[in-house]
Every structure is written in structure tokens, then in C-alpha cells.
């Protein structure tokens, strides 16, 4: 009889790894841990930022035993080349090659497909679609996005909808479920100086897109991904322009790649918040950088 093997999230995730030197991806962030933040990513973040820095792997949904190195060692070198595949979609993602990143995860999805066909089932489909719905958010088609997403949420025990879930709603007219389900200070990695109250009303779809862009820059940001915490911070930031949580956002990623001089508008607007510890990070960030 057939010893039916379950492919564990941590074996999935090691092999991301390994593939390419690169922890906390969407791919892999279910089951690993992310790279610490940097000081400006902490101003943002605050005590609830990134995880100790070092690639270490976090637990396993599988039924793998982890404690065994050998055991351990053979599941990476098994799965090995899902995990390369699907660190190459989400290095494609991050380059900004969509039709690539969009090839890539398809195939991954192939492969799981395959793997769970042979009786040796993994939870790695999550972060393949993930990849592939975020290809579709940045191409418009956010209809195909919530398609490919939904199962997942559907799927989460708690009633918060993911930030990447609430964009879609909104941007396919669903956005009374969004504000129903998208709790920003669930979502939102805070520090003690920045509260909800901070971020603009609800009012409308774009004051709720607003909240909901500042909350992907937030992931992007615990995960490195400066340039994309800084393209959501820059959306938000037009959706509600006279918001100063949003202004020091942007600042704060402009800080992160060193564009001082860009952030000296923003900084602007963000000392003359209400919250004066805003204020005083604001000036913080931009003082650092002279």
C-alpha cells in the first residue's frame, strides 16, 4: 500500500527559500517567518512589525515531523522545484513582469495539482493564487482576483476579510461588504503613536479604499517591499488627500529608499497632524536623512 506523504508548509516554504534567498514572500508568508524591519519600516510598524530577523522557518499546517533533519532535508529536496517555480513567480511579481509571474504561478498551481493527484497533498495552492490574484489587482481585473481569493477567505475561521479581499469588493462594487468585514486596526501594523482614528472616515468607497491601500502598503512594507508599500501609499494618498497619517506613510517609504528630498512635501502635511506624535516622527524621519 502507498505511504501517502503530506507535503508540510514549512518543507514548501524552505525550498522558497532556498530557491531564492528570500523569506516572507506571499508565497511563503503563511508558513515563515519575515525579516526584521529596518528603522524607518519601524516607525511605521511599530511592536507589531516583522519577526526577528534570520530565515528561520515558522510552524507547518503539514503532518510532516520537523524535528527529524533527515526527514526534513528529504521534503525540501521533493518539493524543491514547486518551490523554485514559485519563487520565480513571485521574483517576477516583484520585478514587475506580469506575464511571467502570471505563467509561473500557473504552473505551480499545475504542480500542486499534480502532487495532490499522486495522494501527496500541500497547502501551497494558497500562495499560488495569491500571486496570481495579485497579478490580476495590478492589471484591473479585479473581478478574476476575488474569484481566485475568495476560497481562502472562505475558508479563514475569523470574520476579518483580508485587505487583498476588501480591495476587490470595493473595486467591483461590494463595497458595503468590505467595510462590513475590513477591520484596519487588524490589519494595520501600528505603532503606539498612530491610531484608526488617525486614518480618514468611512464615508465612501474611496475614503475605505484609502484605508484598505494603507493597509497592502503595510504588508508590503513588513515584507521589504518598499516599492510596492510605496506605489499603495501613493493610491491612498490621492484617495484622501488631506489626511496626515496617510502624508507620513508616504514619507516614510520615500525615507526607506532614501528620496529625502521627495518626502519633504509630505512631511509637511504630516507635522501638521492633530496627533502630535505623529508630528514629532514625521520631523524624526526627515532629520535622519540630513
Not at 158 to 175: E, F, I, P, Y
Not at 237 to 264: M, Q
Request: charged share 25%.
Amino acid at each position: 500500500m502507498q505511504r501517502v506523504v503530506v507535503i508540510s508548509g514549512a518543507a514548501l516554504a524552505a525550498a522558497i527559500v532556498a530557491a531564492c534567498g528570500v523569506v516572507g514572500t506571499r508565497a511563503a508568508s503563511h508558513d515563515a517567518t519575515v525579516s526584521g524591519p529596518t528603522p524607518a519600516r519601524s516607525q511605521r510598524e511599530g511592536n507589531k512589525g516583522g519577526a526577528a530577523p534570520g530565515n528561520k522557518v515558522g510552524r507547518t499546517t503539514g503532518k510532516l515531523n520537523i524535528t527529524d533533519p533527515e526527514a526534513m532535508a528529504r521534503e525540501v529536496a521533493r518539493v524543491a522545484p514547486l518551490g523554485k517555480v514559485m519563487a520565480d513567480a513571485d521574483n517576477a511579481l516583484h520585478s514587475g513582469d506580469l506575464a511571467v509571474a502570471e505563467n509561473k504561478a500557473k504552473a505551480a498551481l499545475d504542480m500542486i495539482r499534480q502532487f495532490n493527484e499522486a495522494g501527496q497533498p500541500t497547502d501551497g495552492a494558497k500562495g499560488a493564487r495569491r500571486i496570481l490574484a495579485e497579478v490580476r489587482i495590478r492589471q484591473d481585473r479585479y473581478a478574476e482576483a476575488l474569484d481566485l481569493l475568495l476560497p481562502d477567505q472562505m475558508r479563514n475561521e475569523s470574520m476579518a476579510v483580508d485587505d487583498n479581499v476588501a480591495l476587490c469588493l470595493v473595486k467591483v462594487g461590494r463595497g458595503a461588504e468590505a467595510a462590513r468585514g475590513f477591520n484596519a486596526s487588524a490589519w494595520l501594523r501600528f505603532n503606539h503613536a498612530i491610531h484608526e482614528s488617525d486614518l480618514p472616515p468611512v464615508v465612501d468607497d474611496a475614503s475605505l479604499e484609502a484605508r484598505i491601500r494603507v493597509a497592502r502598503a503595510a504588508d508590503f512594507s513588513g515584507r521589504g517591499l518598499q516599492k510596492e508599500a510605496l506605489a499603495e501609499d501613493l493610491i491612498a494618498d490621492r484617495l484622501a488627500p488631506g489626511n496626515a497619517a496617510i502624508a507620513f506613510f508616504v514619507e516614510s517609504s520615500l525615507a526607506e529608499e532614501g528620496r529625502f528630498d521627495e518626502a519633504k512635501p509630505y512631511r509637511a502635511r504630516a507635522v501638521m497632524s492633530p496627533n502630535p506624535k505623529i508630528a514629532e516622527q514625521a520631523d524624526a524621519l526627515l532629520r535622519v536623512g540630513n
